[in-house]
């Protein structure tokens, strides 16, 4: 256990030597799975050389001959950012999620809540010299109410400025 906290610290004390450039913003689309909603609205918002806040935005709805079923949910994320190559970074980071969801069986049951995650974030991503940016992600959630344990995959494509 102990090796793997040096080694955890020794990889973000030598990280902070290859900084990255972190945009000032970015916007765009991710499209998620596992306990993801889908594709979610994404904001990315630069708060140093090489760390940032990201927020993604999902609704998802489900509208079947007998039922109804509407959710949404946000996910706020801090990633701290490395730079592998020229335009390649890999970001690793803590944050939540936070939604609410809807669900009614015509004839039969309403039911309706609130849920809380604990979230996690790793993924690479590549910028374009013109601001494009493609990434992959994995967001490890942890079901604190109302929601299940899962990892929900990424891809994202953002405009950064």
Known sequence: MKRIILVLIATISLGGLAKAQVADHAIGLRFGSGDGLGTEISYQHGLGSFNRLELDLGFS?????????????????????????????????????????????????????????????????????????LALNARPELGLINHGTGINVGFAVRYQF
């Open 61 to 133: 709805s489900n509208h079947a001959a007998d039922n109804y079923y509407n959710s949404w949910s946000v996910a706020g994320l801090y990633h701290w950012v490395w730079k592998l190559d020229k335009q390649l970074y890999w970001y690793v980071g803590p944050g939540g999620k936070i939604g609410g969801w809807n669900y009614d069986k015509i004839n039969s049951s309403y039911n309706n809540g609130f849920f809380l995650a604990a979230a996690g974030d790793l993924g690479i991503e590549y910028v374009f010299p013109v601001g494009i940016q």
